[in-house]
């Protein structure tokens, strides 16, 4: 099967059953009608060209040989997961060549807008290739890097690339529980913090378990101070500290932060008594999600943010799971009791005891604003009664958690009373809780008697099968109900709507008048983009002449330098035997002086002696000296005779010789006439 045979099988592999028979009995002409082809959302926009590209890239990554059954299923899973405006490869082992071959396959794509890409290892080298997509790309607006190993190098080369991004609204880069986390660092803090002063659109960021610490928190605030588009921050598992709670409390109110989570840092009481500071009174605060689970929180940073919350404080929802403070909740308690904008609190997994559920429940018979509550995984059994008879009478929460607690049959029975009697809960856990078959049948009939429970979790109880199926009857009936009258909540929400009529028309108008500025806007973009695409060619073609000239000069760089190279070499081989010559010559100077100053000495000490024996001589031999001195006048002349005799006696030679010459050439010619 080749590569075109294979995509088209692949492409109607998904089809429903009665299209594939039908296929089977239809003229061939009609095989290839649109009716066996994918809807848009279901097609994939790659070639197989560019599928077998990639694959090869993975196996390299992976040191795998290419396997053609391998192959065929690798094509497979991207029909699977690459359709629409999702292309999907998370934790499929893609690396660094994989990265390349991604930005290769999705350079001129279209119509991706989603890239999840989660758990790989394109580490630096292949974030970096990324980020030279995202630089010209204009469809993707969601981007999913979490535990690809990236650090700082790579963070910094995608953060510039988004400096010049104005379509990717979602970046997440926290990372997975395992290996191959993110560690930007401070260096990759520092170009998120140029990137958040400058981007229009980023409204989506994920910065959990990167260990940024608190100099990293302080880089990043600085981005965010004054930002108007980051909407959502995670940064969990940071070790952040209280350092980094003063950084992110300072710009709180000079941002449009709507969601702050910040679990797993142990910020402990003084970090939350900082945010509880920030928060206090403060109107101008967007905040209205905060998650600080996880954090070491004792009695005294409940006490700190419940009373934030009674005053002017702009939450809606709190989580504080797995926490340090047990059953001291009675400040949270009394704040339920008179704040009016909180809507979800969740306080999973912190050791409450009934103590703190009889609280909890007769504060929440008084309040009219909290729609959701957690109370899962804490040591709960008796207090579970105050909780069901506060639902008796609450009249707005609409989903209650009290799984993994101690509730026994008694407490079960309550919540059956409850479930008869209450008109706005929607959904309940209860599982892995300690009731039996006695609080499943009472269960069984209130839900049989309840119209508005749609999702009841009881697993995990000791229930017999009829009870269950009795429970899960009812929440079908519930359900269907539920979608049935979807029609008439429509048509009521239609009426109210036609009471603002008016103020709707009115904000028509506006945003009539708003698109019209901004098509505006669009034309002076489109135009100033034209001239810059215009620059940009110009610049294009400067950039190539200059790269031509470029590569000609460093040809002849090249060339110059391998000459230099040899005549450098050559250079010094010839140092190197100038240098041995040299030093073998100073050696021997060196011997001969330090022989000539041996010779020296021994000379000066014989001339000394010398002149010692002369001087002894002369007075001891006065007139030998003057026979010597009148002998050396007749030697003199002697001398000059003996001179003169050994001239003539040269002269006399020099004949002979010629003499001999002569006739030694006489006798040869001799010889050879005989």
Partial sequence: MNDEDLHSHLMTKHL??????????????????????????????????????????????QQLPLIKSREERFFELIYKSCNGLLFSLKEHGLGEKSAEALVEVLSDNRTYSILELSGNRFRDQ??????????????IVRLDLR???????????????????????????????????????????????????TNPVLSHLNLASNGMGAEGMQLLCEGLDGNTVVTFLDVSSNNMSVQGCESIASILDRTVLQKLVMERNQIGDRGVSVLASALEGNGTSTLSFLDISHNGITKNGVRQI??????????????????????????????????????????????????????????????????????????????????????????????????????????????????????????????????KEK????????????????????????????????????????????????????????????????????VNEQIAEERRIIQEKLTELENAEANSVKRQQEAEQKLAQAELEYERITEVRKEAVKKYDTQSQECAKQAGL??????????????????????????????????????????????????????????????????T?????????????????ASKKKGGKKRGKK
């Fill in 16 to 61: 429903s059953p009665g299209l594939l028979i039908a296929q089977q009995y239809l003229p061939s002409h009609l095989i290839t009608s649109s009716t066996f082809l994918p809807s848009k959302e279901q097609q994939v926009s790659i070639t197989p060209s560019h599928m077998k590209l990639l694959y090869r890239a993975k196996c390299e990554d």
């Fill in 126 to 139: 292949g974030t970096v290739a990324l980020a030279e997509l995202l630089k010209r790309n204009e469809t």
């Fill in 147 to 197: 535990s690809n190993d990236i650090g700082s190098k790579g963070a910094k080369a995608l953060f510039s690339a988004l400096m010049h991004n104005v379509t990717l609204t979602s970046l997440d880069l926290s990372g997975l529980s395992g290996i191959n986390r993110n560690h930007i660092g401070n260096k990759g803090a520092e170009a998120l913090r140029d990137l958040l002063r």
């Fill in 306 to 435: 419940a009373d934030t919350l009674k005053s002017d404080c702009p939450l809606k929802t709190l989580k504080m799971d797995g926490n340090e403070f047990g059953d001291e909740v009675e400040p949270l308690a009394s704040m339920l009791e008179v704040n009016r904008r909180l809507e979800n609190l969740s306080l999973a997994k912190n050791e409450i005891e009934n103590r703190g559920a009889k609280s909890l429940g007769l504060s929440l018979k008084e309040n009219k604003t909290l729609r959701k509550f957690n109370i899962s995984s804490n040591y709960i059994d008796e207090g579970a009664i105050s909780l069901a008879q506060a639902l008796m009478h609450n009249k707005v929460l609409t989903h209650m958690d009290v799984s993994n607690n101690r509730i026994d049959n008694n407490g079960g029975e309550y919540f059956a009373k409850m479930l008869k009697l209450n008109k706005t809960l929607v959904s309940l856990s209860m599982k892995q809780n300690d009731m």
């Fill in 439 to 506: 609080a499943g049948k009472e269960l069984a009939e209130a839900m049989r008697q309840n119209q508005t429970v749609q999702a009841f979790d009881f697993s995990y109880n000791n229930f017999e099968y009829k009870s269950f199926s009795l429970i899960n009857d009812a929440l079908k009936r519930n359900l269907k109900k539920y979608k049935s009258s979807i029609t008439d909540r429509l048509m009521e929400q239609i009426e109210q709507l036609k009471d603002n009529e008016p103020e709707l028309i009115s």
């Fill in 578 to 643: 100038y240098d041995n010559k040299v030093k073998k010559l100073e050696n021997r100077l060196q011997t001969e002086k330090q022989r000539l100053g041996q010779v020296e000495k021994q000379l000066q000490e014989k001339q000394v002696q010398v002149q010692e024996l002369k001087d002894n001589f002369k007075r001891d031999n006065k007139s030998l000296f003057d026979e010597l001195e009148i002998g050396t006048l007749k030697l003199d002349t002697v001398k000059q005779e003996v001179v």
């Fill in 645 to 661: 005799q050994t001239v003539e006696l040269n002269e006399l030679k020099k004949k002979l010789a010629a003499f001999k010459a």
